[in-house]
């Protein structure tokens, strides 16, 4: 572990780690509340924080003194990329695909085509993990905008194909 802050006698100390700008303690130490916090979070403040009281002259009891929380910063999807695979003529087989570099937890794709013929995709012709559609025996009335929505618990991006068969 790493000490990231400390009271001492009196005195607030923020160590030298890319967290020192960014965070603090809450309250005045005085109101006995310990609270922190950070700002402008970033992935990789992700990780586990503890969180120990050492009181003068007190037994120093490691199951009682120390506190310990688990913090995941999310991340909203990147803009995702859409993808034609195959040959889009009468009666072929494509495969549209999706995907995005950024995203914690990883997203999950919906495809879904766009106005003025609407249409949601179910498996097994969509993987909303994967982030494909699979369209088979292409028709010339399967043209049209197809929109991939990427999205997590942080937000959600879209990007979207024209197929033309």
């Given at each position: 572990p790493v000490q990231?802050?400390?009271y001492l006698g009196?005195?607030?100390k923020v160590e030298e780690t890319d967290l020192k700008p960014r965070m603090g303690f809450l309250y005045p130490i005085l109101t006995h509340n310990i609270s922190v916090f950070?700002?402008?979070t970033r992935e990789q403040d992700s990780g586990q924080y503890m969180c120990t009281v050492n009181v003068v002259d007190d037994t120093i009891r490691l199951d009682k003194n120390v506190g310990i929380i688990n913090?995941?910063?999310l991340v909203p999807p990147a803009a995702p990329t859409c993808q034609l695979h195959g040959n889009a003529i009468v009666g072929a087989n494509v495969t549209l695909s999706c995907s995005s570099e950024k995203g914690k937890p990883s997203p999950m794709?919906?495809?879904q085509r766009g106005p003025p013929?609407?249409?949601v995709f179910f498996p097994p012709a969509q993987d909303r993990a994967r982030g494909t559609l699979k369209l088979t025996n292409l028709s010339l009335e399967m043209s049209g905008v197809y929109v991939c929505r990427a999205e997590n618990q942080a937000g959600s991006k879209n990007c979207s194909i024209v197929l033309e068969v």
């Open positions: 990231i802050l400390s009196g005195v607030v950070i700002n402008a913090l995941t910063v794709y919906q495809w013929t609407l249409q």
